[in-house]
């Protein structure tokens, strides 16, 4: 079991690192530019697949660091 969790939570933060997160220049950060930040987008294809997929990491990671 616990090497299904080391397993898990390695495998967690690769694909946290893969996502594509919002990536403003720094002169927005700067000037608080946050116009967007609840902008209605629509994940598809391979970013739709790594937010379910993490999803699914983390209720199994969730899941046996409660059984452990």
Same mark, same amino acid.
């Given at each position: $079991? ?9 495998? *967690?933060?690769?694909?946290? /690192? *893969? ?17 967007? /930040? ?9 970013? *739709? ?12 990671? $969730?899941?046996?660091?409660?059984? *452990?």
């Amino acid at each position: $079991m616990k090497i299904a969790l080391i397993v898990i939570s390695i495998i *967690l933060i690769a694909i946290v /690192l *893969l996502q594509g997160g919002a990536k403003d220049d720094n002169a927005s950060i700067i000037s608080g530019g946050n116009s967007d /930040l609840f902008a209605n987008r629509k994940e598809r294809g391979g970013e *739709l697949f790594l937010t379910r997929f993490t999803f699914l990491l983390g209720v199994a990671f $969730m899941v046996l660091c409660v059984i *452990l």
